[in-house]
């Protein structure tokens, strides 16, 4: 890991940046449209058109790149986000948030991607899983120290805008002025949905169902905590405690999820985040124990990301997994655009506690189809299984891929090891027996 820090420094810098001003602004405008009397509903529709934006983007990114090459899609992007983000305050019409969001999700999808095919691009087949690691580790810092930024100045005023597009700006030049040029992008085996489908169903379902409850995360909780009443110191906590929990969780289920069923696993986190949705329902009048439903939830949640990932590539082919990474990111693309606005009319129609009461349902959906699924398939063997590799939703489609190549070959090289560890005890065995 130090090895990586050491020559990716530039690069984890700029995306820690990078994740501040996102993380910043998902939860900045959260809090003002609520101060400036946008509905439930009108909110759920901004914070849905990041999703769209950036769905879009990791369908269009690639050839971008193709075309002009990694430096420029980067830095013209860019500049589109803090431009976008000076723009909000000055138009404050929900129509106007909408179309910015949409340009925001797709600039930062397309930055992702760029910044994280530099970063596949560095990293060896010695040091891929903790360069992994680190880029996540970074990410999620990113979205929590951006919530402390929130109680700096009032965020009625113009400061709290021009922090993240400031932010967004720095974070190019240690990217920048570090990287080197990186191979054009290959094209990609197509997988269609039916075809993803058949090959997990567990896998699609669950990742539809998480895209909507990370996005109800990402965005609509700054809208919950301000229709709820927080004040303003509570809003960052109560935001923050999601991604503290989604942190410290990742690698006890990760290392769970190599030792056991991933089903099993998957229905107890779904079922344990879903009964604390619940908790927050009904004792939401206690701050404390909404830092606490939040730090579950965010806690058991994310890391299903990379569990439904993890279990869907236990049935794939290594030359498939590509191609079913596209096809799971789009499913949870398109469960990201669903979710905010399910859960802003929800709230529109039950108040605040829609909220939870939309979480719940979708989490403990999942756990009821998870446990289905275990009666209509056996449980793969140990040795058929691909490796854990914690990923934040956030992550693009290099990422994912990155990911699941570096899990399978990491399953590959351990299964080997052991064959050939067992060859070896049988042939001692054997010597001693003459």
Known sequence: MLTVIRTSWPLLLG??????????????LGVRGSTLGFSSVEMSLVMSAYFAGFLLASRVTPDMIRRVGHVRVFAALGSFVSAALLLFP?????????????????CFCGVYVTAESWLNNSATNENRGQALSAYMIVQMLGIIIAQGLLVVPDPSGYLLFVIPSVLVSIAFAPILLSISPTPAFESTKRMTLVELYKTSPLGCVGMFLMGSVFAAQFGMAAVYATEAGLSIGQIPIFTAAFYVGALIFQYPVGWLSDRFDRRVLIALSALIAGLASLMGMFFGGNFYVLVAAAFLIGGLSNPLYSLLIAYTNDFLQHEDMAAASAGLLFVNGVGAIAGPVIIGYAMQVMGPPGYFILLAFVLLALTGYAFYRMTQRRAPSSDETSAYQGMMPTASPVTVEFASEWAIETAEAEAEAEAEAQDAAEAKKEAGAV
């Open 90 to 106: 000055t138009i404050q019409d929900p129509i106007a948030w909408i179309i910015g969001r949409v340009v925001i999700g797709f």
């Open 15 to 28: 995306m820690l940046l990078l994740m501040l001003g996102n993380g910043l602004q998902g939860s900045l």
